[in-house]
């Protein structure tokens, strides 16, 4: 099953164009690491061209070629796209998998994902012109209000590799449907796919410089993009700390962020669960995406009366787990993205033996694949809530294990944390779930599953992983502006100064 990667440039003002440094990165198959390719490295030379034609694109006869067109001319160019992945979806989920390691059959889910996503928006797009000049009721008849919904201008779009084109377009299809202008800048490790979009956008004939695409290094592609000045906004979505530099350079310029950061959400499973379901719910919580899931509830926190016969069946489960090449029929988890995070992912799991914990499951290399970034699907237990593997992160397949007595204790479990993106809690009681779903510190609960996602609802968490919603209706919120238009309507005089004629 032999897929090469196309050669492309940096995607600037609906044209390819070589880097200003002619710089190029390596593309490594995470699966035998093996360079297969390579993806253009942007710098902030490329950034200041791709904001300028953003800019022009924004403001191109007199804003009606895009931003304030009809949202159903947008819309046109948006389904337009939809269909063009739909067409080739299996091309695409074939890139994906050999660019970050991510499961076939996953890979295809994401683009049908994609598609609907983008179909979702253009339907948003269309609503929103019946949504204008929304009326506001006022207490003084003399004067009428009304609100208009406007595109936020020239949006910085800075994705991760964990989902690489569905991630982009979470945050393309509602800024495009709003009526921005956007430069996209995907990971470094996992690119392929959203340059192939680009590729998409000059076929459908979008308008030059409504979307950028612009691959390279964080430091220097995504820096720049983050601290222009004629950069409206930045919607991010990868780990705290560059979360945190991104609202820092944003912050001298009074500019919006919308941050989706990092997470250590928790399941909670109490004692009245069908094993064989919740066991399964589990492990596609902290499995599914090979364990690089920012709302990955890595932390499985069971009732103690359960807790040995549940990890006993997760445990043998787990092991049933087919690890193989992505490309491979029936393949259930791949490599982990790259060298760096494989190492990290060891590493992890070294620290929480030396600090005391037991590793039940996995914790190494498979060992019939000597070559390539995988890591065995890992259960820890022996787990106090000082440890490294209790606090930290590890967007990888490592789950730990602690037991409660109580609900409350439970919930004090689940909360003891800096992150806030998800939880679940499995239970055949829905008034207990209903109760712990409304006490859980997070901005997503799922009831008796994890992880699923629906780009109707809204996406986003609290703490320290993040702030602002993306999807739904929300999702198309980020990217407009509010403005109120009050006008006075009374044929009298306001009344307020005596006019000198009366005096």
């Known amino acids: 099953m032999a897929i090469s990667i196309p050669c492309r440039q940096l995607f600037i003002d609906g044209e390819w164009r070589e880097p200003a440094l002619k710089k190029r990165l390596p593309v490594i198959n995470p699966a035998t690491e093996m360079t297969i390719g390579d993806i253009p490295a942007a710098t902030a030379e490329d950034v200041e061209l791709a904001v300028d034609a953003a800019r022009r694109a924004l403001t191109r006869n007199k804003g009606k070629d895009w931003a304030t067109a009809s949202g159903a001319v947008r819309a046109k160019y948006m389904r337009a ?40 928006f253009a339907d948003l797009a269309e609503a929103l012109d019946a949504k204008q000049k929304a009326p506001v009721s006022l207490p003084m008849d003399n004067f009428k209000c009304y609100i208009l919904k406007e595109p936020i201008g020239v949006v910085g779009l800075i994705t991760p590799w964990n989902y690489p084109l569905l991630m982009a377009i979470w945050k393309v299809a509602p800024a495009l449907a709003a009526g921005c202008t956007a430069i996209l800048k995907p990971s470094e490790l996992a690119s392929v796919t959203c340059l192939e979009l680009a590729e998409v956008c000059r076929e459908v004939g979008l308008p030059p410089g409504v979307l950028n695409i612009l691959t390279g290094l964080g430091p220097e592609a995504g820096a720049p993009l983050a601290s222009h000045p004629n950069v409206d906004k ?101 490599p982990v993205v790259s060298e760096g995070q494989y190492e990290k992912i060891l590493k992890v799991i070294s620290t929480a033996k030396s ?15 000597k070559k390539g970034f995988f890591v065995e699907p890992t259960i820890i237990t022996d787990i106090n809530t000082s440890m490294q593997i209790w606090r930290e992160e590890v967007f990888g397949p490592v789950l730990c294990v602690k037991t409660f007595a109580t609900e409350d204790e439970a919930i004090e479990l689940a909360n003891d944390t800096h992150y806030g993106l998800g939880g679940a809690v499995i239970s055949q009681d829905l008034e207990r779930c209903d109760r712990v779903s409304k006490a859980l510190q997070a901005g997503i609960v799922w009831i008796n599953c994890s992880q699923p996602c629906f780009c109707q609802a809204p996406w986003g968490g609290n703490k320290r992983s993040g702030f602002g919603r993306e999807l739904g209706e929300w999702g198309l919120d980020n990217y407009l502006s509010v403005k109120q238009i009050t006008q006075y309507v009374s044929n009298e005089q306001w009344g307020w100064y005596q006019s000198p004629s009366k005096l």
Request: hydrophobic residues 40%; negative net charge.
């Open 355 to 369: 600090e005391g914990a037991t590793v039940v499951c996995g914790g190494a290399r498979p060992e019939h694949l």
């Open 234 to 334: 930045i919607a991010f979505t990868g780990s705290t700390v560059t979360g945190s530099k991104i609202m820092t350079a944003a912050a001298q310029m009074v500019k919006p962020v919308t941050l989706e950061l990092g997470g250590k959400s928790p399941i909670i499973v109490f004692d009245d669960v069908d094993l064989d379901k919740a066991v399964e719910w589990t492990m596609f919580g902290c499995f599914w995406t090979n364990g690089q899931i920012c709302s990955a509830t890595s932390r499985l926190i069971v009732h103690e009366s359960i807790a040995a016969e549940l990890l006993d069946k997760l445990v043998q489960w787990t092991k049933n787990i087919k690890i193989s090449d992505p490309l491979e029929e029936g393949c259930k988890l791949g």
């Open 81 to 120: 796209i939809a269909a063009k992945i739909t067409e080739r979806k299996s091309e695409f989920a074939k890139l994906e998998s050999i660019d970050c390691g991510k499961p076939l059959e996953e890979a295809a889910w994401d683009m049908d994902d994609v598609s609907g996503c983008f179909e979702y």
